[in-house]
């Protein structure tokens, strides 16, 4: 454990919110011990931007059409930004992954532009690689607004893209970080704060999460580089055993959930007070289990962070509590308050 290490941060301007929920907030995150900490000195990204070295395919069962199989496959591109092609619609533009073109963030991010049906659900776990591995210029084909899912979670992405290889291109890479720092205050005790670049044009996060059940509190801080995002990308997405109970009973007489190719292999399910399932990522020492806390980092939190367009977001983030919604809507405020400056 890192008990011992202590982390601090400056104060925020308070964006949105209440003074008095974030300072509640920020008195119980400064309390919960951080149990893994991961520092770099470097990114390990490309100064130049970057795109694939050749095509790669990953095929998996539909996230949403479970019986189904999936296909993705990722492609070099020539245009700067990760773009989403639906190869069954060739009347549609490709939608480029930015912030402007999130549709919504309910449940999941979903990515659209043009036609209402020109669509992915479920894109945080392909679009966190933009962050996480420093890969700018891609385009995203697929023939489905359904994701493939895997056991493994976004680790047969992780390894398909590194399989194609990434290369540089000609043009230096564009950073973007927050002219100051702000803080974002949520209705339930959560907040995010983001911090200016270091200098060092890397992402650093300080990610807790809160559940009463057999998840707790757990806490992590670490420097985003392909390496720790390879480890966090195994981490799978979670739901609470009634979640998946009334998914599999009540849920086969809905469209929404009839059709979800979720099982105790491909999500991580919890109860008050056991897993259903094996969970990851043991902390050792405890009978902690830190999945969810690097899932919530690595895929969720970086998914966010991958909206800012062509450009690579840098700076400290640091999140408790927080969730999609949160995290797409701090990152829309910071475009609308024009708080993104070149870094």
């Not at 776990?125 to 994701?147: E, F, M, R, Y």
Request: proline share 5%; net charge neutral; with cysteine.
């Amino acid at each position: 454990m890192a008990e011992s290490q202590k982390f601090s941060y400056p104060q925020c301007r308070l964006v949105r919110g209440s003074q008095a929920s974030l300072d509640a907030a920020l008195a119980r995150f400064n309390a919960q011990p951080v149990d893994d900490i991961r520092l770099a000195e470097a990114s390990g990204w490309s100064a130049r931007r970057t795109t694939l070295a050749t095509e790669c395919s990953v095929e998996g069962v539909g996230t949403f059409r479970g019986r189904e199989k999936r296909t993705i496959t990722f492609a070099p591109s020539s245009r700067p930004g990760w773009w989403i092609r639906r190869t069954d619609q060739p009347e549609q533009l490709d939608t480029l992954v930015d912030i402007a073109n999130l549709w919504t963030s309910a449940r999941n991010l979903v990515l659209r532009s043009g036609s209402p049906h020109n669509y992915l659900r479920m894109v945080e776990h392909i679009i966190a690689l933009k962050a996480g591995l420093g890969l700018d210029d891609v385009v995203l084909k697929t023939n489905s607004g359904d994701p493939p899912l895997f056991d493994d979670s976004s680790v047969p992405l992780v390894n398909a893209v590194r399989g194609a290889g990434l290369v540089d291109k000609l043009e230096t890479a564009s950073y973007v970080t927050v002219r100051e720092p702000v803080a974002f205050g949520g209705t339930r005790g959560d907040f995010l704060l983001f911090l200016p670049d270091d200098g060092s044009r890397m992402i650093h996060l300080d990610v807790a999460i809160n559940w009463n059940t057999v998840i707790g509190d757990q806490r992590i801080v670490f420097d985003v580089t392909p390496e720790t995002f390879a480890y966090g990308a195994y981490a799978r997405t979670n739901a609470t055993h009634r979640q998946y109970q009334i998914a599999k009973t009540f849920g086969l007489l809905f469209a929404d959930t009839r059709n979800l190719g979720y099982n105790k292999k491909n999500i991580l399910i919890h109860g008050h007070r056991r897993w259903y399932g094996d969970p990851r990522f043991p902390l050792a020492g405890t009978d902690k289990f830190l999945e969810p806390v690097w899932h919530r980092a690595t895929l969720d939190l970086l998914a966010a962070l991958a909206l800012t367009g062509p450009d690579r977001f840098v700076g400290t983030v640091v999140s408790y509590r927080s969730g999609h919604t949160q995290d797409c809507d701090a990152v829309r405020a910071l475009y609308r308050n024009d708080l993104l400056v070149t870094a």
